[in-house]
Structure formats: C-alpha cells, structure tokens
C-alpha cells in the first residue's frame, strides 16, 4: 500500500476527509469486495407484496390522512446527472467521418427531430445562428448544424446541461423540463394540508446557478397552477465523499502536482446529504423518471400506496418499541413482534427459539429499531440495473436487499440462475421513514455496509485507471434499513436514458 506523504495528509484534510479513510480506500482496492450471499429472489410469493384493490385504497387513505398530521414530507430528487449521456450517441455522429445519418440510431433521431419537445427551441437557434429554420437545415442535409446547434453555444447548449434542464414535455402552454415535472409531481402526493411542498435536489456546484434560474423564472406558474407553495433547497456531494484513484497496481493516482487524484464516489455518496435533511417521510426518485401530466395518475396513485404503506409499518414498529423500552410485554406481544419481523417485513433468522428471553428482546429491538424504507418494484422487461434479493447478514438474519449485477458472484453458477431468474427490477422508487419512535433523525451512516463498494476501470489521459464507488445510495448505503418491496407497475417507470427515449409513447402523452 502506498504510503502518504505529508503534503497527502493536508490535501486529505483539506477536504474533510481523514487518513483512514484514504487507507481503507486502498484496501479496497487491493482486497476487493466481498459477494453478499444471496438466498433467494424476491418474488410474489416469497418477498414482494402484491396488493389487491382495498389494500391500496387503505393505504392511499393512511397517507392522505398523515398529510394532516403537521409532520414535514420531502421529495428528494438526484439531480447532478449530466445530459452529454442523454446525448452520446449524437455526439458520436458529430465526431464520425460521414455526415450524413448512417447508424439506425441516427436515422431515427433525424427522421423524427421535429417531435422533440425542444424542437421550436432548436429552430430558434438555428434562425439566430444559421439564418434558416431548422426544417430548411434538414432540407439540406446539414445535419452536423442541427447536432451542434442543439448541444453546443452557441445554441442550445444541451450537451453542457444537468439533465433536469432538459425540456423533456410539450404542453400547449410551452415546455417542461424534468425538474418542472418533479414540481408538479411533488404537488400532487407530497403536498402537506398547509399547501406546502418541500423538495431537495442534490446538485453539481456549477449547476446550481441554473436550477436557480430555472426556478426563479417559472416556479410561480406552478404555484398557481396547483394551489402550493414550493420550499426547495439543495445540497451538493461533499468533496469529503470522493474516492481516490489508482493505477492497474493499485498505486495512487497523482497529478502533473503530485497530490492525490480524488473522483466522485457515485451516487451512494448522498446518503450524507440525505442524512442532513430534516423530514419525516421521504421520496426518493430520479430526475429523469417522469411524465407529462396526463400521465401521471398511476405515479400518484402508487407514490401514495407506497407512502401510506410505509407509516403503517411505522406505527406499528414504533408501537412495539415502546413497549419494548417500557419493559411491559406480554408473551404474546413478543410472538406478535417476531411474526411482524417475519410477515411484514421479510427478515427471519433461524435460532431464534434458541435465544433466551433477554437476548431475543434485544434481537428483536436492534432490528426494528432502524430506519424503514418501502420500495416499488417492477416487472423485469429487460431494464438493466438492481434488483431485489433475500440476502443474509453477518448475523445468519434473512432480509431484503436491492443489489446491483455487479455485486453478484457470476461465477457461481447458484448465484448467476437467481440473477437470471429473477423478475422484478429497481426503478428507484423508494419511500423512507428518517426517524424513530422518539422522534429522533437516525444517523443514516451507521447503516451503510461498506463491503458493498464496486471498482470500475477507467481512463484518464490515456492511462487506465481504477475507480471506487461507494456502496449506491439505495443498496449498499441502505443495507441497513428495514427494506419492504411492493409490486408496482411498469406505467410509473419512465426513465429518460438516451434523447430518443422521449419519443416513447409514455413521454409523448396528450397534454
């Protein structure tokens, strides 16, 4: 392992980070991570609920009845996402030798250019710059101008964006980007009784500014829109939660000054920012997974079953925990507590007839005593990413846990068939319970397992390097929470991957 010079040391501190954190970071690139051990995937009948039609009516009504209890509601929304990825293929174009569409990709982004949502946006540009419409440009073949004008300046400038400023929706009003979907959104499930939305975007430094323009200019038109009032913060991924990188030998990346070469520790980061948000409940979903408005009824409908679900499951956790604190439980309380563990949320272990009463009320206080989470699942149609498992901890306990492909031993043939095999997929649909029965924030780093990091290979200048992610926000990072999985449907799943995705029909819609 290298060893860190002085000069190392004051670069570390100056970020708020410690020596140990850097060692244990070259650990782990020298050691690895460790495979969890799945037991099984979540299915209907083993580990995701399924609702019939007066569960989700109950719910929805517990949710809508909670609105009313003066407690504080977040929308929490990753928001630093770059548009250059939404844009990759059309960068690609720019850069290749022919100029005229080849790939099926490029064929179909042309062909169909004057159904974006941008596109009056893009004709514009091209007027102040080209001096012809757009549909002239296409006319002539320029298609390198149309590129370049929708994501370089001058122009549009899209390539240089966060992706929540993308104008994603048409309306006969005008456009809305995905940060205008999630202020609409926020007003129809997370509004509290005094009209009040609250939401927090995790940004980029630079980005910021424009979030702020972007709000400054049309927040009011939503306001009246939908009776409310927004309260909106944001934070930004603390440079305290970068990684260092290191070479194929796992020596420290340095650059052309000798200090450290730090990179962003992925998304699992934000579970700092997350941990320094004072609310009750929170949801938490990406920035480009959203809907024009005359879609958005199954988003809502869902958003409020997940909600009214999760401070159930609170109300009765905190109930047994205070007995439990009281010292006032009668047997059958304790069965009552260890049938609630098994059939609500999913964990069993299989000594626990073998503990002694002491020993089984501690066991049973230390796993209801954590923060809760309710997590849509979908369908599995094929979306790359997470899922959900049955997985067991360090202790022999079974419970639910979203992992990524990446922490699966693939080599392992059991393993690979429950990854193959499974049927749900994570849409990052979560809805989350921060404090306990005293009203107290739990402090979410104490539940982050950090075996659940993941190194990648990339490249900077030329050179191959090694990269360390954090354990994800919504599996590593939240190993520790009591997870429940509910079924929900693929109609609330709506990602906005590549440009072309916002010609899909759930996009497109009838404003």
Not at 169 to 179: E, I, K, N, S
Not at 466 to 471: C, D, F, S, T
Request: hydrophobic share 35%; glycine share 6%; charged share 25%.
């Amino acid at each position: 392992m290298d060893k860190l010079t002085g000069n190392d040391r004051e670069r570390i501190a100056s970020r708020g980070m410690t020596e140990k954190q850097v060692e244990e970071q070259l650990a782990c690139f020298a050691g690895g991570f460790p495979f969890p051990e799945i037991v099984a995937s979540a299915t209907a009948d083993k580990g995701i609920l399924t609702l019939d039609k007066a569960e989700q009516l109950s719910f929805i009504e517990a949710w809508d009845a909670y609105r009313t209890t003066g407690r504080k509601i977040l929308k929490f929304v990753p928001a630093s996402g770059a548009a250059s990825r939404m844009f990759q293929d059309l960068y690609r174009f720019l850069e290749a030798e022919y100029k005229e569409p080849t790939t099926a990709w490029e064929q179909f982004f042309f062909d169909h250019l004057t159904q974006f949502a941008f596109y009056p946006q893009l004709n514009t540009a091209c007027m102040d710059r080209e001096r012809k419409p757009a549909a002239q440009l296409l006319k002539d073949k320029q298609y390198k101008t149309l590129a370049l004008r929708l994501l370089e300046a001058p122009g549009l400038n899209f390539g240089h964006l966060p992706k929540g400023l993308i104008p994603f929706h048409a309306y006969p009003q005008g456009v809305r980007t995905a940060l205008e979907e999630h202020l609409a959104e926020g007003a129809l499930y997370a509004k509290n009784e005094a009209g009040e939305v609250h939401l927090h975007f995790t940004v980029s430094p630079e980005q910021e500014p424009l979030f702020h323009a972007c709000l400054n200019e049309r927040r009011e038109r939503y306001e009246h829109k939908f009776s409310v009032r927004y309260h909106i913060a944001f934070s930004r991924q603390k440079p305290a939660t970068d990684t260092v990188a290191v070479d194929m030998e796992n020596r420290l990346l340095r650059d052309e000054d000798g200090f450290p070469i730090f990179r962003p520790g992925g998304h699992g980061a934000l579970i700092e920012n997350l941990n320094e948000v004072d609310a009750d409940v929170v949801f938490i979903k990406n920035i480009d997974n959203v809907t024009p408005d005359s879609l958005k009824y199954a988003t809502v409908v869902y958003k409020k079953i997940l909600a009214g679900l999760l401070v159930s499951l609170q109300k009765e956790i905190h109930g047994y925990l205070r007995l439990i604190d009281a010292g006032k439980y009668t047997h059958r309380q304790v069965e009552d507590m260890i049938h609630f563990l098994h059939n609500k949320l999913c964990i069993r272990k299989d000594n626990l007839k073998h503990l002694e009463d002491a020993e089984l009320i501690l066991y049973l206080k230390e796993k209801l005593h954590r923060p809760l989470r309710v997590c849509g699942m979908v369908r599995n149609e094929g979306e790359p990413g997470g899922g959900p498992f049955l997985v067991a901890g360090p202790d022999g306990t079974v419970a639910p846990q979203i992992l990524e492909s990446s922490q699966i031993d693939r080599t392992d043939p059991h393993q690979r068939s429950l990854l193959e095999k499974g049927a749900y997929f994570n849409p990052v649909d979560l809805v989350c319970a921060l404090k306990d029965h005293w009203g107290k924030k739990y402090h979410l780093p104490d539940y982050v397992d950090k075996n659940t990091g993941f190194i990648s290979i990339k490249s900077k200048d030329g050179r191959k390097l090694k990269a360390l992610e954090l354990p994800g926000l919504w599996n590593g990072a939240m190993s520790g929470w009591n997870t429940v999985f509910v079924e929900v449907p693929s109609e609330t799943f709506n990602p906005v991957k590549t440009v072309t995705d916002l010609l899909r029909p759930e996009h497109r819609g009838n404003p």
